[in-house]
Antibody, heavy 118, light 107 residues
Framework: EVQLVESGGGLVQPGGSLRLSCAASGFTFSSYSMNWVRQAPGKGLEWVSYISSSSSTIYYADSVKGRFTISRDNAKNSLYLQMNSLRDEDTAVYYC???????????WGQGTMVTVSS | DIQMTQSPSSLSASVGDRVTITCRASQSISSFLNWYQQKPGKAPKLLIYAASSLQSGVPSRFSGSGSGTDFTLTISSLQPEDFATYYCQQSYSTPRTFGQGTRLEIK
């Protein structure tokens, strides 16, 4: 079964750090670009970051640039998001998503909740 | 950045109705337009990619059309399981922006 499973969410104080992980299974992870997308409580979807299959190309949303770092380990079939200098407005469910045909996100994880609060 | 605007923001309809949701891009995105369905507490699900291609496993009552800046998602005959929130997204350029969502509710 093709699957993405996120982990690492939790409660963190403003200014703190958190590292999210996304474990892939059921497909050749190293062949696909990956993304992180977030959704604040009761709000819409916001794209966060993109990494190409070989990690050669990386993009970030302006809202997280300089604070978040996306990475991947193809040997471990895993995607990561290192989040530093967290703010209240980073509170959201974070999803990892596979990019497939024409850049559409065809496989999504179940999401992991990040709460930034003092 | 490319802005994506959906209309309407919410919609009430009945089972069996034909429903159309519109998405407009702030500049041409060719056919790099995708549609997702999201139910409460669940991850989004890809319905349509490249403006009009039906994702595998998605019922044929869902269809998409458009190119350039104007796109539509049509559900030909609403089923009870279709009541959800729908998002469009452009994959033409970075950032990969989403529309604000259309909440489809039961009338």
């Amino acid at each position: 079964e093709v699957q993405l499973v996120e982990s690492g969410g939790g409660l963190v104080q403003p200014g703190g750090s958190l590292r999210l992980s996304c474990a892939a299974s059921g497909f050749t992870f190293s062949s696909y670009s990956m993304n992180w997308v977030r959704q604040a409580p009761g709000k819409g979807l916001e794209w966060v970051s993109y990494i190409s299959s070989s990690s050669s190309t990386i993009y970030y949303a302006d809202s997280v640039k300089g604070r978040f770092t996306i990475s991947r380990d193809n040997a471990k079939n895993s995607l990561y998001l290192q989040m530093n200098s967290l703010r209240d407005e980073d509170t959201a469910v974070y999803y990892c998503a596979r990019a497939a045909l024409r850049g559409a996100f065809d496989i999504w994880g179940q999401g992991t909740m990040v709460t930034v609060s003092s | 950045d490319i802005q994506m605007t959906q209309s309407p923001s919410s919609l009430s309809a009945s089972v069996g109705d034909r429903v159309t949701i519109t998405c407009r891009a702030s500049q041409s995105i060719s056919s790099f337009l995708n549609w997702y369905q999201q139910k409460p507490g669940k991850a989004p699900k890809l319905l349509i990619y490249a403006a009009s291609s039906l994702q595998s496993g998605v019922p044929s009552r869902f269809s998409g059309s458009g190119s350039g800046t104007d796109f539509t998602l049509t559900i030909s005959s609403l089923q009870p399981e279709d009541f959800a929130t729908y998002y469009c997204q452009q994959s033409y350029s970075t950032p990969r922006t989403f529309g604000q969502g259309t909440r489809l509710e039961i009338k």
